[in-house]
């Protein structure tokens, strides 16, 4: 058997060029009407929700920090000295103005009461001998005949009464100031409010009176109502001056709202404005009034205070959680008539509850994305569905069976 015939090397390479045509024809026509990969996964436009901005009456206002303080705040003192006898009240109570809160050991002052007493019996019994002396002096000087007394002696008799007389009053201030004191052992709440802890116990020597220092016993605060201060700068107190028109601010509405409030839902009434800004701050010092019956207000206490800025005006507001911020500049995107979206910057004004007041920059027909925001950008064509309307068949979120194909 002979052997098969051996191709040579440029045989070879004549058929493999011969082969690939074919396969480039192979290929293209086993592509022909089918959609590339990248044809198959090409995205939808995205959809974003869109509103109109809506005009509402707004009020503009002003916020500030400030804190709480008491109307009354009186240090306890005592103004007799002496040892302390008795503790009539409980840390931390509800006192009302004359309520006894401290007695003094009374012993010693009883004691000068009745001393005092007795020189004023003494006073008076010399009153009374020497008017009775006087008397019969005058009766002598009349008798022109008898010449029992000189002139001398009578003036002598009318000076011993002048002088007992001055004895009897001297005696008598006396009493009253011993009495006094011995009304003072009874330390009573000069206001009514709320005390604190006392500062000395029973047994203790306190020290009264005006000079040295007075032992202080107790501190009382008044709670109902109750004044909340704070400081406005002066942009702000132009604004309120030129609302009210005038400098008589007093019995102007306002809000607050504490640390663990959501809202500004404690009201209240502006009670008072300083009459001078502070030259190094800037600032003047305000003052509001809040009825604090159940006692949630305690003096020291840090809340928000809010004052009415502008009289009532017509404003365009959006939801505030359309509003972009690209570093100091705030914006909104808006979609066209070509579905496509531009950026709009904007002038913001104060919050309304979850709506933002729109001062410049936008326009009654603007469609503002209000939700979506994170899948657009300036120059993408989206898929608008306004607000509150349902999603149209076919698009995503529509509900199921809402597409044309689905209701064949």
């Given at each position: 058997m002979s052997p098969a015939p051996r191709l040579s090397v440029a045989s070879h390479f004549a058929s493999a060029a011969a082969a690939v045509p074919v396969l480039a024809l192979a290929l293209a026509l086993a592509g022909c009407g089918q959609p590339t990969a990248q044809q198959q996964g090409a995205p939808p436009p995205p959809q974003v929700t869109v509103a109109n901005p809506t005009s509402a009456n707004v009020t503009d206002t002003d916020e500030y920090v400030g804190r709480f303080v008491a109307i009354d705040e009186v240090n306890v003192r005592a103004r007799v000295s002496g040892y302390l006898d008795k503790i009539d009240f409980v840390d931390g109570q509800l006192v009302k103005e004359g309520d006894v809160l401290f007695t003094i050991d009374q012993r010693p002052f009883k004691i000068a009461v009745d001393q005092a007493q007795?020189?004023?019996?003494q006073a008076k019994a010399n009153l009374d001998f020497t008017k009775a002396d006087?008397?019969?002096a005058r009766t002598l000087l009349e008798d022109k005949t008898s010449n029992a007394i000189s002139k001398q002696a009578f003036d002598q008799r009318t000076q011993a009464?002048?002088?007992?007389a001055a004895i009897v009053?001297?005696?008598?201030?006396?009493?009253?100031s011993a009495q006094l004191d011995l009304g003072f052992t009874e330390v009573k709440a000069p206001v009514s409010g709320q005390i604190g802890d006392r500062r000395v116990s029973v047994g203790?020597?306190?020290?009264?009176?005006?000079?040295?220092t007075p032992t202080l016993l107790a501190v009382i605060v008044s709670t109902d109502p109750i004044r909340f201060e704070f400081t406005i700068d002066e942009a702000s107190l132009l604004r309120l001056t030129r609302r009210m028109g005038g400098t008589d601010f007093k019995g102007d509405p306002v809000a607050l709202k504490l640390i663990d409030d959501k809202d500004f839902v404690h009201k209240g009434k502006l009670d008072f404005l300083n009459n001078v800004v502070d030259r190094e701050t800037g600032t003047i010092r305000g003052r509001a009034i809040f009825d604090n019956k159940t006692g949630l207000f305690r003096p020291g206490m840090f809340a928000r205070i809010r004052l009415q800025s502008s009289d009532p005006y017509q404003a365009l507001v959006v939801p505030d959680v359309a509003i972009g911020t690209e570093q100091v500049k705030k914006f909104v995107y808006v979609v066209g008539p070509d579905n496509k979206?531009?950026?709009?910057?904007?002038?913001?004004?104060p919050l309304q509850g979850d709506m933002r007041v729109i001062r410049e920059g936008l326009g009654p027909d603007d469609k503002v994305v209000v939700n979506g925001l994170m899948r657009v950008r300036p120059g993408v064509t989206v898929t608008p569905q306004v607000a509150g309307a349902a999603p149209a068949a076919g698009a995503p979120g529509a509900p199921a069976g809402s597409s044309s194909a689905a209701s064949k």
């Open positions: 007795a020189n004023l019996a006087l008397e019969r009464e002048r002088t007992a009053q001297s005696q008598e201030a006396q009493v009253r203790n020597y306190v020290t009264g009176g005006t000079g040295g979206v531009s950026q709009k910057f904007v002038t913001l004004g």
